[in-house]
């Protein structure tokens, strides 16, 4: 399956079936992350898979308002902690996840801030620290799934809906122009076709509360991603979100050349007029 496909078709699933993935699959997914593309390589990560009562212990520990899905297996991401772990962590994870789509296994991420009570309750004994926690299993029929709807940080509302894909900020609402809030010209003419379908694939990353707390900016060669430090997002989850919508970009831009992402902000790049509350994470030049 191509990238883009699993990217588009890729998406959060809260209920699942009791059934366990064969452990084949499982193995698949432990064989997949060892072969992975990091965004920062010589950052050491590993992969703890966990079955079993693992589902009781976690439940209030991971997830929004501690709730945890109940699933057959919770996957936790370890990683050492060096300078950019976060987003490199997000990164992997995203990549995970697409996986796990192609091979028909359903996930959701869980924010997960406190580390030390999640090795705890997944009985990990390392001096790493876990970063991610994703739930996995299959996904119940579309019916019975449930879709997140948030009123406010402490309100989020997992509803029974169909048709739940969580609604996301267009691509062409996430990136500018040379200026900040200017438009892009999408013509074919005007702008590469795989760097017009990387900016695509990027917005469709998952993020946490479904917050997209970035934007992108094109200014000559350069793609300028920005974030936006939001007060009801951990500093943790933001980094993760940024890794993620990096792979997406990824993903799809790697078919045209290999992708290098520098991370913190370009020089000369004061004329853009970021706002305040925004600020120039990671660039990579296009070719
Ligand atoms: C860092 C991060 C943390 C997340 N934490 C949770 C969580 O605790 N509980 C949950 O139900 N979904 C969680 N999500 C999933 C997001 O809510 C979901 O990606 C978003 O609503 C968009 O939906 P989609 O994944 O279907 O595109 C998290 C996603 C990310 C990237």
């Known amino acids: 399956m191509k990238y883009l496909e699993k990217i588009e078709k890729r998406k959060s699933i809260r209920e699942f079936m009791k059934r366990e993935p064969e452990s084949k699959m499982l193995e698949d997914i432990s064989n997949y992350f060892q072969k992975q593309y990091k965004l920062v390589p010589e950052i050491e990560t590993e992969l703890v898979i966990r079955t079993g009562d693992v589902k009781n212990s976690l439940e ?28 490199n962590a997000g990164y992997l994870a995203e990549d ?107 917005s469709l990353a998952p993020s946490f509360l479904n917050r997209q707390p970035y934007r992108y900016v094109l200014k000559g060669n350069t793609v300028i991603l920005c974030v936006k430090e939001e007060e009801m997002t951990s500093d943790k989850d933001t980094k993760l979100d940024l890794g993620a ?10 078919e045209h050349d290999w992708v290098d992402w520098k991370m913190g902000a370009p020089a000369g790049i004061e004329d853009i007029g970021i706002p305040e509350e925004y600020k120039a994470a990671a660039y990579y030049e296009w070719n």
């Open 60 to 87: 209030g520990v991971a997830g929004y308002r501690g709730k945890c899905f109940m699933a057959p297996v919770y996957m936790i991401m370890l990683s050492e902690k060096k300078d950019y772990y976060l987003e």
């Open 96 to 202: 995970l996840c697409l996986y796990m789509t192609e091979i028909g296994l359903d996930h959701c991420w869980l924010t997960a801030d406190d580390s030390e009570a999640v090795k705890k309750a997944a009985m990990i004994e390392s001096d790493k620290e876990a970063v991610v926690v994703i739930a996995c299993g299959f996904g119940k029929e579309e019916k019975e799934k449930k879709r997140l709807d948030i009123l406010n940080p402490s309100n989020v509302l997992f509803k029974k809906r169909a048709g739940h894909i969580a609604p996301k900020i267009a691509q062409e609402e996430m990136v500018y122009q040379d200026k900040w809030g200017k438009k892009v010209d999408w013509d074919a003419y005007m702008i590469d076709p795989v760097l017009d379908q990387s900016l695509y694939a990027a």
């Open 245 to 254: 919508t990096m792979m997406n970009f990824d993903a799809v831009a790697s």
